[in-house]
């Protein structure tokens, strides 16, 4: 069951917070790397697997699965989600992301950060995995635990859906290392949180907790971290209880510029007004209505 926290005092919200250390071997915030490649979210290239697949018939549950590295997102994880992307194009299913160890996704390679070039920066490399996600046509859910900096934060926000736990820590660092947030902070934490609240938050590079996002609205409720997965689950199972098609056609009405709207919704609604699944759920809403 959800928790209800009283949001940080301005004490609490001033306090400076303990981040991480940048991890050494990987890269998490921006998106500079080499080109993302076609290797399975299964560690096809040979190497271990960054993410942890539990494949079910309604749903999908990623886990990054690199605690010893607080799971930093690095280039091998990156061509993970792309492959795991790919099946979830295909065959469309909830999408849940949570992170192994206690924390979502946290840390940075400052070495290899600081030998990049602006060829490396325009490649988009996580903006792009975490627009794919973003627009993968069921909901996806971001579990969270623990630290969600950087890229990571940015992962979260391309969520459809996010839940925590008393432990999340939500920051953009990247100002300090010299860089931005280039995943996606930028336009999506004002979609989130305002447009004021996002300019404080990058432009201070400030971490905030578990009690301000859920007061923010970056976190739809808080639950203790041993019940974060079933409350992740109980969300995928009210989405798995109405037309899948429905769900999709909502996405993607959510989705659409604002300039599309009404006519989008018309014609979405149109395709649905006309399939057999519309006519069969209104009539067994009546039967029961019946009885």
Not at 64 to 83: G, K, S, T, V, Y
Not at 203 to 225: F, N, Y
Request: net charge negative; glycine share 8%.
């Amino acid at each position: 069951m959800a928790e209800t926290h009283t949001p940080a005092t301005s004490a609490q919200v001033d306090a400076p917070a303990q981040v991480p250390e940048p991890v050494e071997g990987t890269r998490a915030g921006g998106d500079l790397g080499p080109g993302a490649s076609t290797s399975s979210a299964t560690g096809a290239t040979g190497s271990t697997p960054r993410i942890r697949i539990d494949d079910r018939a309604d749903r999908v549950v990623a886990t990054l699965d690199r605690p010893e590295r607080r799971n930093a997102i690095d280039q091998a994880m990156i061509d993970e989600f792309h492959a795991l992307c790919e099946e979830l194009e295909e065959r469309p299913r909830t999408l849940i992301i949570t992170g192994a160890g206690g924390i979502f996704a946290a840390g940075a390679d400052i070495a290899q950060l600081r030998e990049r070039t602006g060829d490396d920066a325009r490649r988009g490399i996580n903006a792009t995995a975490f627009d794919r996600i973003r627009r993968l046509p069921m909901p996806v859910i971001a579990a969270v635990d623990g630290f969600a900096l950087g890229g990571g934060a940015e992962l979260a926000y391309a969520a459809d859906i996010r839940i925590g736990t008393p432990r999340v820590r939500f920051g953009n660092p990247e100002p300090g290392l010299g860089i931005i947030a280039a995943a996606g902070a930028s336009w999506r934490l004002p979609e989130i949180v305002g447009h004021a609240r996002a300019s404080e938050l990058l432009l201070t590079a400030r971490v905030i907790d578990a009690d301000e996002a859920l007061a923010w609205g970056l976190l739809s409720s808080v639950h203790e971290p041993d019940a974060l997965l079933d409350a992740a689950h109980a969300i995928a199972d009210r989405i798995a209880a109405n037309s899948a098609r429905a769900t999709i056609l909502t996405k993607r009405a959510l989705l659409a510029p604002r300039a599309e709207h009404p006519a989008i919704d018309g014609e979405l609604q149109a395709e649905l007004f006309d399939s057999a699944d519309k006519r069969a759920r209104m009539t067994a809403f009546l039967e029961r209505k019946k009885k």
